[in-house]
């Protein structure tokens, strides 16, 4: 019987089945500061131990400064937090990269990039974002603490079974440097709505996503959970591969496990999907956000649309939409380009490869960061870092008058330092743009890199379609 990717993956990790709920087998345990304290708690005072010490990783991302980290922890609660992942980490035996770590970094960058991420392979953590690794063909999932708990003295976890979603993304982009991963699946959320994956892991299929590098398929990815998906997923291919090659934790037999990669993880023919959905690419512009969530978008050509507009006749969704523009202070009929910001941060585990710095490093290289901009790039680890440097970006953005960072969440989220203040909107490549998310009273604008560069160099956005990108 034909299988999809899903499918293939999920019925080869099946422990057990008990009245419509399903035991799970978890390949990698990825683990960070902020959901993890009371998961150890738990362990300690039920005298367990870690299952699989080799299957779990731990980073500190969410709360870690990044500024000078020659200077000690100002914020008590992330300096409890990340000193109790330390402790937890040595008495319970499992490989931490602490703050000084070469390899410290946000989970779902550091995963990929140290080889963690394998395809095939079931992957969960205490983070909504963990769709970010079913760009290399692996079923990767958040989980709640009290999972983190079971998943450590368990290496399993009880799930329901979600439903499958194909979307294709087809044809070809007018211009790749100007319309990016982050466009194509803003658009996607803004079609399907925040809620039309619910209950379903996405596949992403089509030519387009043939066409993508690796650091735009996690973009992809990380993002299925905005449109309410369990997880997404990409059939792993030569690119997928060769990204892997000679990483730290992969197999010493390679090779073998590529071939049977290649054999095996790809949805059969005649398989059937739950849901199907298909996007073109060769009509997608940049995009950005204007509401408080991410269906809430827009292309840049266009104009902040009134509740009417973006309810289509849902009367809930219209009072969102009320309230969404009163939060963010803004009228309809606004054009995206006429709206002012006050900071930029170039981040988070959706856009802080080395890719997207290169890419959004060409919008600023010779220009300076408006005066009326408070600008940050904050790369996604340690070695984004480094090889960032390598390259010269960090005296670029320098150089523009952007703040170079540490690596870590920064302010994808107000868990930190890193913060909006009330009021001050902002372009952001993160992933989220709920009420306060970045700060109490700060306005979120999602959009890609390049559109992020572009709007602190210039006060406000524009669109990048119209700049020499090459």
Known sequence: MAQTLFEKIWNSHVVDEQSGRWLLYIDRHLVHEVTSPQAFDGLRSNKRKVRRTDLTFATVDHNVPTSDRSLPIVDQTSAMQIMALEKNCKEFGIQL???????????????????ITLPGTTIVCGDSHTSTHGAFGSLAFGIGTSDVEHVLATQCIWMEKPKTFEIKIEGKRRNPHAVTAKDIILSIIKQIGTGGGVGTVIE????????LSMEQRMTICNMSIEAGARAGLIAPDEKTFQ?????????????EYVEYWCENL?????AKFDKSFTIQTDEIVPQVSWGTNPAMTVDVTGRVPSPEEYARGNPDEEKAAAKALQYMELKPGISITDISIDRVFIGSCTN?????LIEASKVVKGKKVSSKVRAMVVPGSQLVKKQAEELGLDKIFKDSGFEWRESGCSMCLGMNPDILASGERCASTSNRNFEGR?????????????MAAAAAINGHFVDVQDLDLN
């Open 352 to 356: 802080s490869r080395l890719e997207d």
């Open 243 to 255: 990204y892997l090659k000679g990483r730290k934790y992969v197999p010493k037999n390679y090779d």
């Open 204 to 211: 992403y299929r089509g030519d387009t996503i043939s066409e």
């Open 266 to 270: 790809k949805t059969d023919s005649g």
């Open 97 to 115: 990269f602490d703050i000084h770590s070469p390899n410290q970094g946000i989970v779902h960058v550091i995963g990929p990039e140290l080889g």
């Open 438 to 450: 970045q700060g109490f009273g700060g306005r979120t604008h999602l959009v890609s890199p390049v």
